[in-house]
C-alpha cells in the first residue's frame, strides 16, 4: 500500500498543483480585456465617462492647426437647405422682389447651369489670399503659418501710395491680396524679368485710394510689374479669380469727381497677363432698375462660382449682379478672354426703405456676401438680412437686424448647423458738425438655415458727423487655440475714441477676453496660427497702430506705429503682414 501512494502522489501534484504567481497574473489578464472591451464599447456608443460634454468655455490646450487642401469639386445641391420660419417670412416685412433677366424684369427664373458653391476651404486652390477675408465663408485673411520666436513686430519696407481729389491712401475695407504664382503663370505675366525667375515669389495686389493698383514683392515692397492706372479712387476691397484665371475684379466705391456723385461708377475685370481691360459694368449705363439711384457703388468684394463660370457682386444701390462671364483660359497659349453676359440682376423694397430720405432705411450693399451652396447670405444699410437662393434669385428669407451693417458676415457650419456671425454700427443720420450721438449696435450669431436669432449682445457707442462707431471690422472665427471663439473689434464704445476687441465664447456669447483699445478701429483682425496651432492676432486702429495679440488671452504682446489711421484690413502670408493706411503708404511689417 505504501509504494502505491507513493506511486499516485507525483501524478496527482504534476497535474492539478497552480502555482500562486500564474494565477495572480491570469487574473489581471482576463480583467484587462474585460475591461478593454467594456471601454471600447461605452467610447464607440458615448457612454458611461465617454459621454460628450459640452463646455462654452474655449479649450486652453492647444489643438494641431492643419492647412486645408482645396478640393474644386463643388458641393452638390442635396441635404440641408435654408427655409423661412413664421419670423423670417419676407413677407411679415412687407418684402417685395423683382429679378431682371436681358434687361427685362421676369416672373421666375431658373439658371441655366446652377451654381453650388463648396466649402470655404475649398474657395481656391491658389496659394495666398484671393478676396475679402479669403474664401466665401469670409473666415481668414491669412496664408500660411508663422512661427514667432519673440513675439514681435518690425517694419521691414514701405511705399508711397498717393491720393485722389478729397481720397487718401488706403481705405475701408481696403484689404491687399496675394498671390504665389506658378512658375508657368508669372512667365505668360507682364512681370519684370527679374521678377518672372523668382521662384519664391509672392505677388502683393493692392488697388488703392490714389486711382491706382500695385504689384508689388513681398519680401521687399519692390515693384513687381507696372502699376495698373484706374483713375478712380478704390476703397474696397478685390478679388482674384479662385479657378487661377489671370483676372482680377475690382469695384468702384467713390465716384470720379471725388464727390458724393456716384453717377459713373463700376465693376471692373482686369486681364492680369497684360494690365488690359476686360470688362465694366455700372451706373452711367444701367441704373434704370436700382431702387437707390443716387447711390450707385461696388465696395464689395465679388465671389466666383466656379462651377457655374458666374461672378456674384452685390452693389450699394440694392441690386445683386450676377453675371455669367463665358471666360476662357488657355493656359498653354497663355490667352484669357471674356465675353460677359447680360447680367441677371436682384433688386428688394420694403414699406419701410427710401432712396435717402432721413427717417427711412436704405438700400444696399456695402459689405462683402457670403455664400453656401447655392445661397447668397448678405446685410444692407437698412439693417435687412437677406438669403438668395442663388438659383431661382428668390429671396429664401429675411430678418431685422435693426441698423446698417457693413461689417461682412462670417459663415460656420459644423454638420448639418450652419451658422452666422454679424455685428452693426450705430445707425443715427441726424448728427452733424462736431454733435456727438450715442446709440446702440448688435453682436449676433443666427441661425443660417431659418434667419433666427441664437445669441445677441448689445453695446453703446458714439458717432459724430464724420465718423461712425460699432462694428465695421469683419469679425474673426477662430482656429488651433483659438476654437470656440470668436472675436470682434467694435469701434467708439467706452467713450469717441476709444474702441474694444472681444473674444466671445461662439456657442454661449459670454466673454472670453476683453482688450480696450485707446483709438477705435474699423480695420478687421487677422489671425496668425503656428504650425502647432497658437494663435496670434494682428490689430490695426484709427493712431496708425499695429498690435501683435496673443489669441487665448488677448494680451498684446507687441506694436508698432505706421504713422496715420490704418482703415484698412490687413492680409498676412507666413510671417509677412500687409497694409496701407490713409497716409499714404503701403507697409510690409515681419511678425519676428
Known sequence: MKKRRNYYKPYRRKRYRIRPGAFVLFIVIIAAIITTVLLVYLKTNDLGPFKPVI?????????????????????????????????????????????????????????????SFGSGADYTALKGVTTFRGNNYRTTSSYG??????ETLTRMWNIDSGALTRWLGSGWTGQPLMVQWDDDM?????????????????????????????????????????????????????????????????????????????????????????????????????????????????????????????????????????????????????????????????RYDTPLNADDAEDVRWYGMENSAVAWKNYLYFTDNGGWLQCIDLNTM????????????????????????????????????????????????????????????????????????????????????????????????????????????IAFDKVTGNVVWEQEMKHYSWSSPAAVYTPGGKGYIIQCDSSGDMMLLDGLTGETLDKVNLGENIEASPSVFNNMVVVGTKGEKIYGVRIN
Open 145 to 150: 503659418a508663422a512661427e514667432p520666436t519673440e
Open 186 to 346: 508669372r512667365q505668360m505675366m507682364n512681370m519684370y524679368d527679374e521678377k518672372k525667375e523668382k521662384d519664391t515669389l509672392i505677388e502683393v495686389i493692392y488697388p488703392t485710394m490714389d486711382g491706382k493698383v500695385y504689384f508689388l514683392d513681398l519680401d521687399d515692397g519692390s515693384y513687381t510689374r507696372d502699376s495698373i492706372d484706374m483713375g478712380v479712387s478704390i476703397k474696397g476691397t478685390a478679388s482674384v479669380d479662385p479657378r487661377g484665371y489671370p483676372l482680377l475684379y475690382v469695384g468702384q466705391g467713390v465716384g470720379a469727381s471725388g464727390d458724393y456723385e456716384w453717377d459713373d461708377t463700376y465693376m471692373y475685370i482686369y486681364s492680369l497677363l497684360d494690365g488690359q481691360l476686360l470688362w465694366k459694368y455700372g451706373a452711367a449705363d444701367h441704373d434704370e432698375f436700382a431702387h437707390r439711384v443716387s447711390w450707385q457703388a461696388y465696395d464689395s468684394s465679388p465671389l466666383i462660382a466656379a462651377d457655374a463660370d458666374t461672378l456674384v457682386w452685390p452693389g450699394e444701390n440694392g441690386v445683386l449682379y450676377t453675371v455669367v462671364l463665358n471666360s476662357d483660359f488657355d493656359r498653354a497659349a497663355g490667352t484669357v478672354n471674356i465675353s460677359a453676359s447680360e447680367p441677371v440682376k436682384y
Open 394 to 501: 428668390e429671396l429664401v428669407f429675411a430678418q431685422d437686424v435693426n441698423t446698417d451693417t457693413d461689417s461682412s458676415l462670417v459663415l460656420e457650419q459644423e454638420g448639418d448647423n450652419v451658422y452666422l456671425y454679424t455685428g452693426g454700427s450705430v445707425d443715427i443720420k441726424h448728427a452733424s458738425g462736431d454733435d456727438v450721438a450715442e446709440g446702440s449696435c448688435y453682436i449676433r450669431k443666427i441661425n443660417a438655415l431659418t434667419g433666427e436669432f441664437i445669441w445677441e449682445k448689445q453695446y453703446s457707442c458714439y458717432k459724430n458727423a464724420k465718423v461712425s462707431g460699432g462694428v465695421y471690422a469683419t469679425p474673426l472665427l477662430g482656429q488651433g487655440d483659438m476654437d470656440g471663439m470668436i472675436i470682434y473689434t467694435i469701434a467708439r464704445t467706452g467713450s469717441l475714441e476709444k474702441g474694444s476687441i
Open 55 to 115: 463646455d462654452p468655455t474655449p479649450t486652453q490646450t492647444p489643438a494641431p492647426f492643419v492647412q486645408s487642401v482645396p478640393d474644386p469639386t463643388p458641393e452638390p445641391v442635396t441635404g440641408i437647405q435654408p427655409a423661412a420660419t413664421d419670423s423670417t417670412q419676407p413677407s411679415a416685412f412687407g418684402f417685395e422682389t423683382d429679378i431682371q433677366v436681358d434687361g427685362q424684369i421676369v416672373s421666375d427664373y431658373t439658371r441655366a447651369a446652377p451654381i
